[in-house]
């Protein structure tokens, strides 16, 4: 096929001979054209500066070309690169009627190949004024005959660099000569189409990115609503789980995880449903919106029987799974599956399982009534998070229920120890407290023979170690009920230290044994302790350290050391304070390895312990617990067959200045004169106790009157306003706490009235308090019952057993009275010395010598014990026989010189051995 011809280089006004002279034409008609082609070429250009729309400015140009030139088409021809530029297709044209159209028209031609289209590329133009006189191929002339074409001119149009098509002005009804002012002007229509071309791909390029932009912000957009809604129902599952949290009432936790999980979802209802063991089940809890009706006021089952999930045992929601339904409708349900959720106007669902542990407990279920609706997977999620904690929730509800069973039954069974304890205490200590009362009453006789006394020292001895096993097992139950409490007062170190040295130096020396007691030149003199707690653990630690030695040494090291930096005591601001320290080592048979681990257990002995068949088992256990009460350390290293080390650190505080405690009140006989009538109530159930209290207050010079029960003692207040009441707590009709209640409140409506002084009933005076004063007098050695006289309005507590110095302190204290005691069958003021002199530590040692051996033995060990009442006891035996020795010795028990006391009795025992 031969290359269409001819090719003109740009404004090109030579084609087939044709020769400008022969057809110019007039001066007047060339500037009418040119005024026309500039007047189009301006019309174009403003189209395409006002208009992207390349469809409408391919067809504004054609229209406006085809009107100017008068031709019979004007048509734009676009090349498809695709095909190496050999196809195309007419976009747009302008024609005569009278011809045939060739938009949209394919057209290939292989002859536009490389070559033409390089050359168009460059901007030449191709003319022909006649197709069939062109000498053309019949292929070409084919093509022209086609569309009717006779002359035609054909202009590249570029976009860029690049072809993109062609202005075709096509001559149909015969030839046509171009000339070259109509091939110029078609040539700048065609770059400014082509300008047209690049600006429409520009903006085409713009609109793309722009719609890629819109697109990219559209999706940022949608992400941003996504976590938006992302990010609030996080919030809302936080909140969900924190409300889950806040409660321990399953109820509650239903209701508010209902609520909160239907506000978050917007559904009309949330419903928390539990199964059956056969798999039924009912709804429990349910939140619905405010326009919705609950299910418990439409005429709907609470009871749901769902045969798959009965056959099936959960079906697959024992795996985990979760349903999910925007429509019933559109799912292949059953009919009998579809009326039941019609029965509750269900249209759209989600369900998620609620586990306790590894076992399915229930469904969490959301519902939309009447509508389909899409859910969304945040909103699945939400449901599940809920469901999940809910499973938490029933699990922590079912453990707490378990806990509380628990310590419910912790509580009952301390309850019951509690009251076995209680009862075990009243019912071992008050008669007791009987057997000892009459054991002092009855050694006060003067008229008693050394056999008959013997035999009350017996009575008493065997009374108080018997009292001494009872408050061991006492003081370890108040140990382990948390019930004990220090009682830190100021204290004397050096005797106190030196009472051990005495209390033990008899065993040890019986035993062929050396009791060393090292003492610390840097030891403080007065401490603030709790002397008793402390005084018992180093009693206990050396009896043990005795008990098992039977060759060497005792030994107890007194020390201090600076407190640890960090160490505070929270107690008055007294300072210094120190660490004080005691080593107790023994030479004895040691402990086991074995045994060290369980040393400090209750109630356990080592095998060398249950060996020597003494002891409960208490001593270490309680020691241990005391020394933890007061913020110390206790500490044991032993080996077998070699001894035992016991160190034992507590701290303390100094006082700045020594506070003097004296509570002696040996061989009261009586009131002392000039002081005013006191009237007595005893109240006590018991009648031994009630014999022996009111025998020692007869004998003291009261008035007493006694009742066996708490009405009684309300009644009798009434009626004869005693000054002071001994009430007993375990009492028949009303209790001791009772009735102190009830005598408090008759005396606060008496104060009220006026009538405190009323009836003549009692005589006020500057020693007696305007109200009566109410001793609780209990076995109950627990702080709460001692709390519980003291809030009721007790003004004091005495625990049974007592001795009758505790009696005589009480009634100093609340009454302020003065005794007398006895001294030559005379009376004596309590602070009298009297005028005879004192007599000298020879004559009492030759004096006492005169004693039994037995007598003088448990004068000593009571000495020794710094058993106060044992000792007054055997002061009263000698007060009739040898009235100075009395003196003697009360002067030094008054004075709590028991060490000189025991030297005494010492001294009478060697003078009696040596006679």
């Keep these: 096929m031969t290359e269409p011809k001819p090719f003109h280089p740009p404004c090109s006004c030579h084609q087939n001979g044709f020769t400008e002279e022969d057809h110019t034409p007039s001066r007047d008609a060339k500037l009418e054209m040119l005024l026309q082609h500039s007047t189009l070429l301006r019309e174009v250009t403003?189209?395409?500066?006002?208009?992207?729309?390349?469809?409408?400015?391919?067809?504004?140009?054609?229209?406006?070309?085809?009107?100017?030139?008068?031709?019979?088409?004007?048509?734009?021809?676009?090349?498809?690169?695709?095909?190496?530029?050999?196809?195309?297709?007419?976009?747009?044209?302008?024609?005569?009627?009278?011809?045939?159209?060739?938009?949209?028209?394919?057209?290939?031609?292989?002859?536009?190949?490389?070559?033409?289209?390089?050359?168009?590329?460059?901007?030449?133009?191709?003319?022909?004024?006649?197709?069939?006189?062109?000498?053309?191929?019949?292929?070409?002339?084919?093509?022209?005959?086609?569309?009717?074409?006779?002359?035609?001119?054909?202009?590249?149009?570029?976009?860029?660099?690049?072809?993109?098509?062609?202005?075709?002005?096509?001559?149909?009804?015969?030839?046509?000569?171009?000339?070259?002012?109509?091939?110029?002007?078609?040539?700048?229509?065609?770059?400014?189409?082509?300008?047209?071309?690049?600006?429409?791909?520009?903006?085409?390029?713009?609109?793309?990115?722009?719609?890629?932009?819109?697109?990219?912000?559209?999706?940022?957009?949608?992400?941003?609503?996504?976590?938006?809604?992302?990010?609030?129902?996080?919030?809302?599952?936080?909140?969900?789980?924190?409300?889950?949290?806040?409660?321990?009432?399953?109820?509650?936790?239903?209701?508010?995880?209902?609520?909160?999980?239907?506000?978050?979802?917007?559904?009309?209802?949330?419903?928390?449903?539990?199964?059956?063991?056969?798999?039924?089940?009912?709804?429990?809890?349910?939140?619905?919106?405010?326009?919705?009706?609950?299910?418990?006021?439409?005429?709907?089952?609470?009871?749901?029987?769902?045969?798959?999930?009965?056959?099936?045992?959960?079906?697959?929601?024992?795996?985990?799974?979760?349903?999910?339904?925007?429509?019933?409708?559109?799912?292949?349900?059953?009919?009998?599956?579809?009326?039941?959720?019609?029965?509750?106007?269900?249209?759209?669902?989600?369900?998620?399982?609620?586990?306790?542990?590894?076992?399915?407990?229930?469904?969490?279920?959301?519902?939309?009534?009447?509508?389909?609706?899409?859910?969304?997977?945040?909103?699945?999620?939400?449901?599940?998070?809920?469901?999940?904690?809910?499973?938490?929730?029933?699990?922590?509800?079912?453990?707490?229920?378990?806990?509380?069973?628990?310590?419910?039954?912790?509580?009952?069974?301390?309850?019951?120890?509690?009251?076995?304890?209680?009862?075990?205490?009243?019912?071992?200590?008050?008669?007791?407290?009987?057997?000892?009362?009459?054991?002092?009453?009855?050694?006060?006789?003067?008229?008693?023979?050394?056999?008959?006394?013997?035999?009350?020292?017996?009575?008493?001895?065997?009374?108080?170690?018997?009292?001494?096993?009872?408050?061991?097992?006492?003081?370890?139950?108040?140990?382990?009920?948390?019930?004990?409490?220090?009682?830190?007062?100021?204290?004397?170190?050096?005797?106190?230290?030196?009472?051990?040295?005495?209390?033990?130096?008899?065993?040890?020396?019986?035993?062929?044994?050396?009791?060393?007691?090292?003492?610390?030149?840097?030891?403080?003199?007065?401490?603030?302790?709790?002397?008793?707690?402390?005084?018992?653990?180093?009693?206990?630690?050396?009896?043990?350290?005795?008990?098992?030695?039977?060759?060497?040494?005792?030994?107890?090291?007194?020390?201090?050391?600076?407190?640890?930096?960090?160490?505070?005591?929270?107690q008055e601001t007294l300072q210094p304070s120190l660490s004080l320290c005691f080593d107790v080592e023994d030479t004895g048979i040691g402990i086991a390895n074995n045994e060290l681990d369980h040393i400090f257990e209750a109630f356990i002995q080592t095998s060398s312990g249950r060996r020597s068949h003494e002891g409960t088992g208490l001593g270490l256990a309680i020691c241990h617990h005391f020394i933890h009460l007061m913020e110390g350390d206790i500490q044991i290293q032993s080996q077998l067959g070699q001894g035992t080390t016991v160190s034992v650190q507590i701290p303390v505080l100094i006082p700045e200045v020594k506070a003097v405690e004296d509570s002696a009140y040996a061989n009261v006989i009586g009131l002392a004169p000039d002081q005013a009538p006191i009237r007595m109530l005893i109240v006590e159930d018991n009648p031994e106790n009630r014999q022996i209290l009111k025998r020692l207050m007869t004998e003291l010079g009261f008035e007493v009157q006694t009742v066996d029960n708490g009405q009684a003692a309300v009644e009798c207040w009434q009626t004869w306003r005693p000054h002071m009441i001994w009430m007993d707590w375990q009492l028949p009709i009303l209790n001791g706490y009772e009735a102190t209640k009830a005598i408090r409140s008759l005396e606060a409506q008496d104060q009220d009235a006026g009538d405190l002084a009323s009836q003549n009933a009692v005589e006020i005076t500057d020693r007696l308090p305007e109200r009566t004063i109410i001793i609780a007098v209990s076995a109950s050695v627990f702080e709460d019952t001692q709390a519980e006289c003291e809030d009721v309005g007790c003004d004091d507590f005495l625990c049974k057993p007592y001795q009758p110095s505790m009696l005589y302190e009480l009634l100093v204290q609340h009454l302020n009275l003065k005794f007398l005691y006895g001294n030559q069958g005379q009376t004596v003021a309590a602070s009298g010395d009297g005028d005879s002199p004192l007599m000298r530590d020879r004559e009492a040692e030759l004096q006492l010598s005169q004693r039994t051996e037995e007598w003088l033995t448990q004068f000593q060990q009571a000495a020794v014990e710094l058993d106060e009442e044992l000792v007054s006891q055997k002061i009263a035996d000698i007060t009739a026989d040898n009235p100075r020795l009395t003196k003697k010795l009360m002067k030094l028990f008054s004075g709590f010189q028991f060490d000189q006391i025991a030297d005494l009795v010492d001294n009478a025992l060697s003078l009696k051995g040596k006679a």
Aim: hydrophobic residues 40%.
């Design 46 to 570: 403003n189209e395409i500066q006002q208009n992207l729309d390349t469809n409408t400015i391919f067809q504004i140009a054609v229209d406006k070309i085809q009107n100017i030139l008068k031709a019979d088409r004007v048509a734009i021809f676009r090349l498809d690169p695709e095909s190496n530029y050999t196809e195309g297709v007419f976009v747009a044209e302008r024609v005569l009627p009278v011809f045939c159209s060739v938009v949209s028209a394919q057209v290939r031609e292989e002859s536009l190949g490389l070559n033409p289209v390089s050359r168009y590329q460059l901007g030449q133009v191709f003319a022909i004024e006649d197709v069939y006189k062109a000498g053309l191929s019949e292929f070409h002339i084919q093509i022209y005959a086609r569309f009717e074409v006779r002359a035609t001119l054909v202009v590249p149009m570029l976009q860029g660099d690049t072809l993109w098509g062609f202005l075709c002005i096509h001559q149909c009804s015969g030839p046509r000569v171009w000339l070259p002012t109509e091939i110029e002007f078609v040539q700048q229509l065609a770059t400014q189409l082509s300008i047209a071309l690049k600006q429409a791909k520009l903006y085409e390029h713009a609109l793309e990115k722009s719609q890629q932009l819109q697109l990219a912000l559209q999706q940022v957009e949608i992400q941003k609503e996504q976590e938006a809604w992302k990010a609030k129902y996080e919030r809302n599952i936080a909140e969900i789980i924190l409300r889950i949290r806040q409660s321990l009432d399953i109820q509650d936790i239903f209701r508010a995880t209902t609520h909160d999980v239907r506000e978050s979802l917007g559904c009309d209802r949330v419903v928390v449903y539990k199964f059956f063991p056969d798999w039924s089940g009912e709804f429990l809890v349910e939140a619905t919106a405010p326009n919705i009706l609950p299910l418990s006021e439409l005429e709907v089952p609470m009871v749901w029987q769902d045969t798959y999930l009965q056959e099936n045992q959960g079906g697959k929601y024992r795996d985990n799974a979760t349903t999910v339904v925007a429509d019933i409708y559109q799912e292949s349900y059953r009919d009998c599956h579809l009326e039941i959720l019609e029965w509750y106007k269900i249209r759209a669902y989600m369900v998620v399982p609620v586990f306790i542990g590894e076992t399915l407990w229930g469904l969490l279920a959301a519902y939309q009534l009447n509508v389909p609706r899409q859910w969304h997977k945040v909103e699945l999620y939400l449901l599940k998070q809920a469901g999940a904690q809910l499973g938490v929730a029933l699990q922590q509800a079912e453990l707490l229920k378990q806990v509380r069973e628990s310590r419910d039954k912790a509580e009952a069974a301390n309850k019951a120890k509690s009251a076995f304890l209680a009862n075990m205490s009243h019912e071992l200590r008050t008669p007791l407290n009987a057997i000892l009362g009459f054991s002092q009453l009855l050694a006060r006789d003067e008229n008693l023979t050394l056999e008959q006394k013997q035999t009350l020292n017996t009575i008493n001895r065997s009374g108080s170690h018997l009292l001494s096993l009872i408050n061991d097992v006492l003081d370890m139950s108040k140990i382990e009920a948390g019930k004990i409490a220090l009682n830190p007062k100021n204290c004397d170190l050096l005797p106190l230290l030196d009472s051990l040295q005495e209390m033990f130096a008899l065993k040890a020396k019986s035993k062929g044994l050396v009791l060393n007691i090292q003492k610390s030149s840097q030891l403080p003199s007065h401490i603030r302790v709790d002397e008793s707690r402390l005084r018992q653990v180093l009693i206990n630690l050396l009896t043990n350290a005795l008990k098992f030695t039977d060759v060497g040494s005792v030994t107890l090291r007194v020390f201090t050391q600076p407190l640890p930096a960090p160490f505070s005591l929270n």
